[in-house]
Each structure stands twice: as structure tokens, then as C-alpha cells.
């Protein structure tokens, strides 16, 4: 079905979770809309998504970053039972199909996708892009609508100059700011274990993600959420500053210039509309 927009017709953003304990993100209008990955249970999602008058059903397609279970937990059931198409590449395709937490079978929802290039789901004109991580395969997602344009990227080792591309084209930015370096240092966890983390495919910092920002900042951008947070070697006050220092000593005024955000775990954000 196609749908005919308005021009008074906003698109929002929120997030439904986002962490290890579960991620799973929205973008729609009141017509339609997509979830960018799907580790959350199938009730929780549904519930989630009603608190922002959002039905299950007005979901046209999940798109899948990678294959880990945080980000897949609901995939069997979103695509072997209620047949929304499961966008994603076929290396992570694999990884569910292999994956034995995983019950249904896609079958005619699986959707194969190829990074670099586009393809539309509406009037959502989706670009796929490579990010770096310990999994399958991982994509981060570049998305266009509505004349204005988001980026998500999640689980990233490092700034790739191609991440770097698709993230200073955004007016709407989802980036990761997982760990913050000296909490991690200090922590707790084994040596193989911080070793995953900072190794270049494992996730990025509070102070990487603050860097980034600060010397890739442009005028087009609107909001900024920071995703997957640590439980265990972050927090979201901790995060916050880091990224908001950083854009300060560059001129740039949060809540004026751009708004920042953080995305709490296993929490509903607000819903911000464009």
C-alpha cells in the first residue's frame, strides 16, 4: 500500500531500549513506520509502542544491524509470525538462521540488502553502510525522508571514513557512546573482555564519540542520541558531559544550536518529532 503525505505529516524518532539488555529503535510517521533492530521481546515492543500511540501493525519492515541476540531477540517472531519483511545482509541473515534462540523461520519476510546501496521502504529511502564489530556482519543505517535525513550507527569498533560520511551528512544523529575509558580501565571486567571492547571491533568510548562530534560538527544537525550504553562502565550523566564539554569548547550551545540526548537502557525515550 502506498501512502500519500501530507506535508503537515511529521515523522518522530524514539527509542523503545537501548543497550545490552536490548535494542530496538522507531521512525514513522501516523501512517507507517520501521524499527531499526529488534531485541526486545515481541510483547515489550508492542507495549512500548503504544505508550507513543504506535500500533504493531503499522510497522512496514524491521532493519537488522547485526546479529547478536541484543539486537535479533524478536526477529523470529516479528517475521515467521506476523511476516514483516527483516531487512538485512545475507552474513547476518546466516547468523540468525544459525542462531538456536531464534524459533521461527522467516521465510517470506526475509529481505536481503547489499551495503551502499539504496533501497526504499515507503518514503524512507534507506542506504546501508559497513561498521566494524565482533559479529557476522554489521551495518550502521543512512536514512532519508521527508527532506531530511538520519543516520544510526551502533556497535561501532571505530570511525570508519566511511561511518564518518553517512554521520556528518545527518540532521538526526544515533551514535554510540559506550564506555567511558578510565570506568573500564578500573572496572571489574576480565583483561580478554576490555580487550573485546577497545580492540577496534568492539564498541567505542565517551571520549571517541565526544571527539567526533566536536571536530565533525555541522550546522544541518539537529539532534544527537547517544546509544548502548554500558550498564557497567557508564552512565548516562557521565556520557552526557563528555559529548556536551566537547561540543562546548567548539562553540557549539546544546539545546540552542543542537539538542543532545541520551537513550537509557531498557527505557522508553521521549518521542521527538521533526
Request: charged share 20%.
Amino acid at each position: 500500500m502506498q501512502y500519500k503525505l501530507f506535508q503537515s505529516d511529521r515523522f518522530s524518532f524514539f527509542s523503545l531500549s537501548s543497550g545490552s539488555c536490548g535494542n530496538c529503535y522507531y521512525l514513522g510517521n501516523s501512517y507507517y513506520g520501521i524499527l531499526i533492530d529488534a531485541g526486545l521481546g515481541p510483547r515489550v515492543i508492542k507495549k512500548r509502542l503504544a505508550e507513543h500511540g504506535v500500533e504493531l501493525s503499522s510497522i512496514m519492515a524491521v532493519l537488522i544491524t547485526h546479529d547478536h541476540y541484543d539486537h535479533i531477540k524478536s526477529v523470529g517472531h516479528l517475521g515467521g509470525k506476523m511476516h514483516i519483511p527483516i531487512y538485512t545482509t545475507r552474513e547476518v541473515h546466516r547468523g540468525i538462521r544459525n542462531n538456536p534462540m531464534i524459533h521461527h523461520n522467516l521465510n517470506g519476510s526475509l529481505k536481503y540488502i547489499e551495503k551502499g546501496k539504496s533501497f526504499k521502504i515507503e518514503d524512507f529511502n534507506i542506504t546501508p553502510f559497513h561498521v566494524p564489530h565482533d559479529s557476522n556482519d554489521n551495518v550502521g543505517y543512512y536514512i532519508e525522508f521527508g527532506g531530511q535525513k538520519l543516520t544510526l550507527a551502533t556497535d561501532v569498533g571505530n570511525i570508519t571514513d566511511e561511518i564518518a560520511h553517512y554521520m556528518t551528512k545527518a540532521n538526526h544523529l544515533i551514535i554510540e557512546s559506550n564506555y567511558d575509558e578510565e570506568m573500564l580501565k578500573n572496572g571489574s571486567y576480565p583483561a580478554y573482555l576490555k580487550e573485546r571492547i577497545t580492540c577496534g571491533t568492539g564498541h567505542i568510548s565517551n571520549r571517541e564519540a565526544a571527539e567526533f562530534l566536536a571536530n565533525n560538527f555541522s550546522s544541518q544537525l539537529r539532534n544527537i542520541w547517544l546509544c548502548h550504553l554500558s550498564g557497567d562502565n557508564n552512565n548516562p550523566e557521565l556520557a552526557y558531559n563528555t559529548i556536551s564539554e566537547a561540543l562546548t569548547r567548539k562553540g557549539v550551545n546544546i539545546g540552542k544550536d543542537v539538542d543532545l540526548h541520551v537513550l537509557g537502557r531498557n527505557i522508553l525515550s521521549a518521542k521527538i518529532i521533526f
